[in-house]
């Protein structure tokens, strides 16, 4: 029997999700007295910047969007239950003062943050990965603010070339790849030029225990690599072709090399059969500097061969080896057609098919014209010798280190290394579940302070997966019943962000607390991993 719905009273329920995680989370890095400490306010202030900064933190991990409708959010959330923030004082004006006022000091906070989560959380920093990204821009920002990164035009990840950029560097520990470090960087900064800046600072966080360092093949110049060396840190970074020539990878042997015992994450699911096998091998090598005073550096050099790799280049290679001869067999199906008329016009196609599919190093081709007929002629092959030359290279890179032999064996340094794939993991949630694909800010001096306030939801984002596995390893288990589908699985900080979004508040009246309608079991189970009580509110 159909009944007609009636209207009634407005919902109070408000969403409360993950708050108070957040919440208990900011406190034990203490960003509001950081931010407070560094940005003091006038006492007659209705908001300290310490609690507007929690609140966009909290913004970014419960409802990521650009920074317009805080307010809204914030009525809509329990956020003055939380964090004891009144919503309707987030509004634009206040949060733009918020960011003004932190801005001269983020290289500060961003340090002392990150030192509190050392503390806090007894994260191990003895081995941190460093990588940058760049965040793509929606505007001219032809009158960027001195001090502060500087929009400009670069090499976007996301490959919006049209679009002005900044760039952000993070670091994370070896221990469950947390976000201790970051900075901005102007839009056209090369990532060569920042990386003992990087170093200098992540110092600091390690402490008087030696760090390794750990990143890409931008971590390698003469200059980077003498500072590491005279600073007594160590590093692992994969060599670029101008430091170790694809002939000298193409000299490897396989049967010269040494098994490693290591299984990547992708395989771990695989039969033995199917999984990709390593092989490592040892050798010196020397690196001048650009001056004849410059002290010749002596460098552990660690070749090492992927099978999965070697599989990946060889079907690749075969790929556009087989798109290349369709073009070429349509063209020459069109030779002294409307479209190839002349000899110059299959030059220039030649041309385009070479550098679209990649394979003018090894395409040979002689193009002429038939003297009976007048139509162009051409005659093409891909030359052999160059095919196997480049083959020769397929699953081979080599790492350059300074960690000694006796101490890290070569299967070691591997180890350490394929760990650098946890920076790429957090910058997929940096523009992932934290939405930070571009920015719609007025002033590059907000800027930098907004990729701050994002690092901070990122770290904290992090930190409560880890502590979820840390607690779940401690009860002998290693993922959370109905996490995902309703299945097990391996706790991710978005999968329990996502998990814990369906509580709700009812608020309180009069001498009538707040009311928080029973959590489910998951949820419960997740609160009690994270050691919160949601009824404990600000």
Not at 105 to 110: E, K, P, R, S, V
Not at 170 to 187: E, K, L, Q, T
């Amino acid at each position: 029997m159909r009944q007609r719905a009636q209207w009634g009273q407005a919902s109070v329920e408000k969403m409360l999700g993950a708050l108070p995680v957040i919440a208990g989370f900011c406190s034990r890095l203490r960003i509001r007295e950081l931010v407070d400490a560094a940005c003091p306010v006038r006492d007659v202030a209705e908001l300290t910047h310490g609690q507007v900064i929690e609140a966009l933190v909290a913004n970014r991990l419960t409802s990521p969007a650009p920074l317009v409708h805080v307010q809204d959010w914030a009525r809509n959330w329990a956020v003055g239950e939380a964090f004891g923030v009144e919503p309707g004082l987030l509004n634009d004006d206040r949060i733009g003062r918020a960011l003004d006022a932190i801005a001269p000091h983020l290289d500060h906070l961003a340090g002392s943050v990150g030192l509190a989560a050392i503390e806090a959380f007894g994260v191990e920093v003895t081995r941190l990965h460093w990588d940058m990204t760049s965040i793509s821009l929606h505007g001219d920002y032809d009158d960027a603010e001195p001090g502060y990164a500087r929009p400009r035009f670069g090499h976007p990840k996301d490959r919006r070339p049209d679009l002005k950029q900044v760039q952000a560097g993070i670091a994370v520990s070896g221990d469950g790849a947390i976000p201790v470090f970051h900075r901005a960087y102007d839009g056209a900064a090369g990532e060569v030029g920042q990386v003992i800046g990087a170093m200098q600072g992540l110092q600091k966080l390690a402490g008087p225990q030696r760090m390794l360092m750990i990143g890409d093949s931008k971590l390698v110049s003469y200059a980077n690599l003498a500072a590491m060396i005279a600073g007594g840190v160590a590093f692992i970074a994969p060599a670029s072709k101008h430091y170790v020539s694809a002939e000298t990878l193409a000299g490897q042997k396989i049967s010269a090399a040494t098994r490693v015992d290591y299984v990547a994450a992708r395989d771990e699911g695989k039969p033995v059969e199917r999984r990709g096998v390593w092989h490592v091998r040892d050798d010196v090598m020397t690196l001048a500097g650009p001056r004849k005073k410059d002290p010749v550096l002596t460098l552990r050099r660690v070749f090492v061969h992927s099978s999965a790799r070697a599989q990946a280049a060889e079907a690749a290679r075969a790929k556009k080896l087989a798109r290349a001869s369709e073009d070429l067999a349509r063209l020459e199906r069109g030779l002294g057609g409307r479209h190839y008329p002349d000899e110059q016009a299959v030059t220039d196609r030649i041309t385009a098919i070479g550098r679209a599919r990649r394979v003018a190093a090894y395409l040979t081709a002689v193009t002429g014209t038939d003297p009976d007929t007048g139509k162009p002629t051409l005659a093409w092959h891909f030359d052999q010798q160059v095919l196997e030359a480049e083959a020769a290279t397929d699953g081979w890179y080599a790492l350059l280190t300074d960690l000694d032999a006796d101490q890290v064996d070569a299967g070691q340094v591997l180890r350490h290394y394929k760990g650098q794939e946890a920076v790429e993991r957090r910058y997929q949630a940096f523009k992932g579940p934290l939405a930070v694909t571009s920015l719609y800010l007025k002033s590059n001096r907000r800027i930098a302070a907004l990729i701050t306030v994002i690092c901070l939801a990122l770290l904290i984002f992090c930190l409560i997966e880890r502590q979820v596995r840390h607690a779940l390893a401690a009860r002998g288990q290693a993922k959370v019943n109905g996490l995902y589908a309703g299945r097990p699985a391996v706790p991710t900080g978005k999968l329990v962000l996502d998990a814990l979004a369906g509580i709700r508040l009812i608020p309180g009246t009069g001498q009538s607390p707040p009311t928080i309608p029973q959590p489910t079991a998951l949820q419960l189970d997740l609160l009690d991993l994270l050691d919160i009580d949601p009824r404990d509110l600000r």
